[in-house]
């Protein structure tokens, strides 16, 4: 019985879209979970939108689920919408779900093209706010037309002043070193001894543990927020007490992922600085100890480099 009212509304609907321009679109009426009065009022403001921008826009007398069943496709095939584009003899066709979530109405619009195109789009309405307030809805009506960009002004730079050639500075000539004399290179000057590294390898033992501690209170805490988001997901939404317990559940996931956020990148910057540090100064511990002491030699004095002891 269901059936053939939707066919009468379809045949009543279709003389009347006859007559309007060569590109049809029909905005069809809203569904979802939110109260008939609130899905009435959204679909108002939607058809007043859509005409703003595109005239030839017509508000249907059903839903998009509705009118598949007159026309016996299922709603989730690909195929269902242009069966229903040809059914009801229009171009295109706006499907509409409103959903009541805390604090207001999430709307989300899909605008559907023959040839399987869509176009999607999602406002939020606040508890009070007018339904006219759907600008997150307003581009998918009518293509948005960028303003013209600037005409680029090209200025001819100054040509630039001719400059002398560079003088080379005079070389002066090489001494010959002294007989006797040893040369030391920069890279044999002389290492200094290494300090005490007992006071600092505690330190970074320290932090490497502290950063590995925060690492673990991070990954605790994201536990905490994933089990907060299973009872969000499975938490009930009939009464205004199941609203206000699922808007304190999102709440608290948020603390718990945020705070194992800040611990979990805390602890990796720590535990990584201070195992680089300990390696560092590890290896630098390591070292063999240099020497520079000056030298009497056959035929006058130099310098002798020694490592690891006293020369």
Known sequence: ???????????????????????????????????AGARAKVDAALVKLARAREPQAAAGELNFTDAATAV?????????????????????IVTVRVTPKPGGLEIE????????????????????????KLDGIAPLFGPATPPPAPAAIRSTPPPAAAEPPPIAPPVAPAEPPPDDI???????????????LAHRRSYEVAGMAGGGGLIVLGLVLWAAASRTQNDINTAPTATTQDLEHLKTLE???DIYAGVGNVFAV??????SVATFL??????????????????????????MLTFGGTP
């Not at 290179?185 to 002389?190: F, I």
């Not at 805390?266 to 535990?271: C, S």
């Not at 630098?284 to 006058?300: F, M, Q, S, W």
Request: proline content about 7%.
């Open 109 to 132: 619009a899909h605008r559907f093209a023959r040839g399987g195109a869509v176009r999607d789009a999602r406002a939020f309405l606040a508890t009070g706010a007018s339904p006219d």
């Open 251 to 253: 709440s608290r996931g």
């Open 1 to 35: 019985m269901k059936s053939r009212n939707l066919v009468a509304v379809l045949a009543l609907a279709a003389p009347r879209l006859a007559t309007a321009d060569a590109h049809k679109l029909l905005v069809l009426q809203s569904e979802g979970r939110a109260a």
């Open 182 to 196: 040893i040369t030391i290179l920069p890279s044999q000057q002389a290492v200094p001894p290494p300090v005490d």
């Open 72 to 92: 016996g496709c299922k709603p989730d095939s690909a195929s269902c919408k242009d069966e229903v584009l040809g059914m009801l003899g229009v171009d295109e």
């Open 266 to 271: 805390t602890g990796l910057v720590l535990g």
């Open 278 to 303: 300990y390696v560092r100064d590890r290896h630098a511990g390591a070292a063999p100890l240099a020497r520079l002491t000056p030298t009497v030699l056959d035929h006058g004095a130099g310098l």
